[in-house]
């Protein structure tokens, strides 16, 4: 809040007046902070690949491709950089598309259950660390009208996410409840847990924990913060619990109605 005041004066310079005026421009401020901090967020996480790169490469210019020891690993560190930065610019470019509201929604009425439920199969049978599922599903069908790909991506980074920070011999829990006219799904692991006063924070964009360990493991910091987007042009709700050393759950929520509006032709 910015306050400017003016003195009114008669001509005789005897002052009668005071009019303060309250600007609040809190709101345009962190705006532009927020916008400012973007780029130099964006910024940052390019350089780091890229100087790791140019080192590669240097070592590799002056010798080190002849090296049959190095010169593979150079190679791989690498294109492993090359792969994030094209991950990172591909979340980037999600973002500014649900930004710009450009992404429309290609809304099907899905069976939530079964869709749901493919979701985790593909899971359990590619992944490869010992980590055991359990789901808490009803039997009953629920019909929402969603983007079936751009739910698949959420839950995609949810259980990503949760297998990520799951320990050896650890479980995911998948539930599924009708909550207020919504379903709502949890996704709970057995993880590392985040400090309690982090857990709304994961849904900002390039907010991670630790975030060396993040980028060790690949990732952009931006999932979350595209999920987030994309459940809430859904109109549903997206949050975290956490009890730390304990575990996390993921929580978001899809409204549960049908506008049939002609449509079961
Ligand atoms: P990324 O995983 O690419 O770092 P995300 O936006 O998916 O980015 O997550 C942001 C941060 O939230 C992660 O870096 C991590 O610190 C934290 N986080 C997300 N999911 C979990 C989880 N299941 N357990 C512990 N920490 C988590």
């Known amino acids: 809040l910015r306050t400017s005041f003016s003195v009114i004066q008669k001509e005789t310079g005897f002052v009668n007046g005071l009019i303060a005026v309250l600007h609040d421009n809190t709101e345009q401020e962190k705006i532009d902070m927020e916008r400012r901090e973007f780029v130099a967020n964006v910024s940052h996480e390019l350089r780091t690949p890229l100087t790791t790169m140019r080192s590669y490469l240097e070592a590799l210019a002056e010798g080190a491709w002849q090296d049959p020891d190095l010169a593979p690993n150079f190679l791989n560190v690498t294109q492993t950089e090359t792969e994030r930065m094209i991950r990172l610019v591909n979340d980037l470019l999600k973002l500014s598309k649900m930004d710009s ?103 900002d964009r390039f907010y991670r924990v630790d975030r060396a360990r993040s980028r060790e493991m690949g990732g952009t910091g931006l999932g979350l913060a595209i999920s987030k987007e994309m459940i809430h042009a859904h109109g549903g709700s997206i949050w975290a619990k956490s009890v730390y050393g304990r575990g996390t759950t993921i929580f978001f929520t899809l409204p549960f109605e049908i506008d049939d509006g002609g449509e079961w032709e």
């Not at 899971?123 to 789901?135: D, I």
């Not at 069908?141 to 259980?159: A, R």
């Open 101 to 203: 509201s450009e992404t429309e929604l290609n809304k099907e009425i899905i069976e939530f259950n079964r869709f749901f439920n493919r979701i985790i199969d593909r899971f359990e049978m590619s992944k490869s660390q010992n980590v055991h599922f359990e789901r808490y599903l009803p039997n009953e069908q629920y019909f929402v009208e969603i983007d079936p790909d751009k739910l698949t991506q959420v839950i995609d980074n949810i259980i990503s996410n949760a297998l990520k920070y799951s320990p050896e011999g650890g479980m995911i829990r998948f539930a599924m409840t009708v909550e207020e006219g919504a379903l709502q799904i949890r996704i709970s692991d057995q993880g590392m847990g985040i400090p309690k006063e982090n857990v709304d924070r994961i849904f």
